[in-house]
């Protein structure tokens, strides 16, 4: 069992002394280091008491919740040998600590470029991808990491579910991990002779320097939609957050998927080379020309084939597993970022061609936890937990459902309110039958999540029997090569809501009550396996769950098994 507190940390570090890291950064001494040309050493850093190690550089930084300094001492306990934090840190600290104190304006800014000091810039020596996005962020990654691996690459790997360094594993606390963690952790794959790294690079992460001091070979762009605005307080600002890895701080070139006008826009916006890809039919406004685009989508196994042609006239024909016209611009984009990398195109269709093609397993992204038949439902678990990945879930499901599409989600509580009701929206607009429940509630009462929710999905319901085609106008649409619940349905159509709570209920509700030919798509937790209800982490897996439901059927015990389109 991991705890929150392990890291992946380099096994051989080098001592740096302290005076060589102030003079380096220009930082002020503000107590603690003796005069001379020797004085103390780090040999690694931590920003957290609670991972600090013999030999740590500690960073303090002050947080929304707590200044870092008020766990120096512990640090120091542990074997901190120095510190750096803010002036207000340094006042925290008075002389009293027995390490060094280095005081940096804002430590945050510095902690990035500092670690990389300590480690030896580890980042540069892997050839690094970085994928950034609301939606399909750990899906590129992970066809990223797959596609890098038929290349013949000792490939790393950073992100949502896991971090990934040669033959250590770990899950993931963090998206993208804080700076100093990231740091050790790259430094580990030089060791453990790593090549390649496909990483997730979060709004957050950008907004609070954890990156920072990475410059990343390739940087992709998936897409942009309502989310973190909690954090973000605008999208305008969640986009800015986002267009920071498009800058020579952060990334040598880009690739930038322009299916929508966010993608457009981050492609003007752009400081270093970038590459478009567009993988749905231009918009009739009169989207720019991209340099790739995606023709050709044809439906292949459980995924979908496609062709993938650069201006210039290249071109590769390959597939994808994973269903659904976004998964196909995810496996498009990881594509063209391993291309835009300088790997040639002969070598990529021959590695493609040798492992199935964009053949990645997801964890817990469209993951099928049940195929279906035998008198049992299609069970497909999914991360979807905005408006917009809700929806082209649904429709990435719709095809390949010849009964009812049945949802199975619920929203989080303490985040971005705007979006239940619109989820609760998209949630009618696509399935025939809602279950609306919990997702992690957090500080939350889970009812009052849940009500906005069901607000949102009574009154999409209500006009759906009401407007008949027209009654999706309100939720964003799809894109071309998924069709829209209006055409799908030309008739007004009766969608059933229901609120079910606890979530492992209402997962059992739906698969129970589903038939043959049925689809449940439990949405919004994918591999996570902790819920958190006001402060507790309570042991929640969505595909255990799914799994028992089966399993629970009459005469079952023929469907369950994992298996990934
Ligand atoms: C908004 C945000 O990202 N906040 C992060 C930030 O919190 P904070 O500034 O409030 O820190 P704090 O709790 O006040 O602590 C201040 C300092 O004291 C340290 N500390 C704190 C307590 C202690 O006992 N000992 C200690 O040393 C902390 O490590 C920190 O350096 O620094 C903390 C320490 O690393 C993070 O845990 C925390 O992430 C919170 C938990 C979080 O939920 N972040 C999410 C929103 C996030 O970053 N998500 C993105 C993905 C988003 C997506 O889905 O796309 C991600 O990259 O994961
Ligand atoms: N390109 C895409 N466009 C829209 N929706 C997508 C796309 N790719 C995946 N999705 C949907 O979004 C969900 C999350 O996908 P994924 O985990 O790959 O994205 P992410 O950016 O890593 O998400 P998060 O930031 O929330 O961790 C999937 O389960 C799927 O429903």
Known sequence: MTSPFDRIRPEATTPRRVRDLAHTFDLSVAAGLPPGDGGPTVTSVASDNRVVADGDLFVALPGAHAHGARFAADAVARGARAIITDGAGAAMLGAATGVPVLVAADPRTVLGPVAAWV?????EHLTTFAVTGTNGKTTTTYQLDHLLRALGFTSGLVGTVEMRSGDRVLPSRLTTPEAADLQALLAAMREDGVRTLAMEVSSHALALH????????????????QDHLDFHGDLQSYFAAKALLFTPEHARCGVVVVDDAWGER??????????????????????????????????????????????DGRSLRTSTTLPGGF???????????????????EDVAEALDASGGLAAVVPGRMEVVG????????VVVDFAHNTEAL??????????????????????????????????????????VVVVTDDDPHGEDAAAVRAQVMAGAR???????????THTGSVPSAPASVPTPSARHP???TVAVHEIAPRSEAIRVAIAQAAEGDTVLVAGRGHETIQDVAGVDVLLDDRVEARAALAARPGTGRNEGTTTP
């Open 119 to 123: 480690y030896g810039a580890p980042g």
């Open 210 to 225: 954890r990156v920072d001091g990475v410059r990343y070979g390739v940087a992709g762009f998936t897409n942009l939609s």
């Open 266 to 311: 981050m492609a003007e916006v752009a400081t270093i080379p970038v590459a478009t890809l567009r993988t749905t039919p231009a918009r009739d406004d009169g989207g720019h020309a991209a340099d790739w685009v995606v023709t050709d989508v044809e439906p292949h196994g459980t995924g979908s084939a496609f062709t993938v042609t650069h201006r």
């Open 327 to 345: 998964n196909v611009a995810n496996a498009a984009l990881a594509l063209v970022m391993v291309l835009e990398g300088g790997a040639h195109l």
């Open 371 to 378: 195929a279906g038949g035998a008198d049992a439902p299609r």
């Open 391 to 432: 929806e082209l879930a649904l429709g990435a499901l719709r095809p390949t459902t010849p009964g009812r599409l049945i949802v199975v989600f619920g929203a989080t509580g303490d985040r971005d309110a705007g979006k239940r009701p619109a989820m609760g929206a998209a949630a009618v607009a696509g399935a025939d």
């Open 459 to 469: 009154a999409a319901r209500a006009v759906a029997a009401q407007a008949g085609p």
């Open 491 to 493: 008739q007004a159509r």
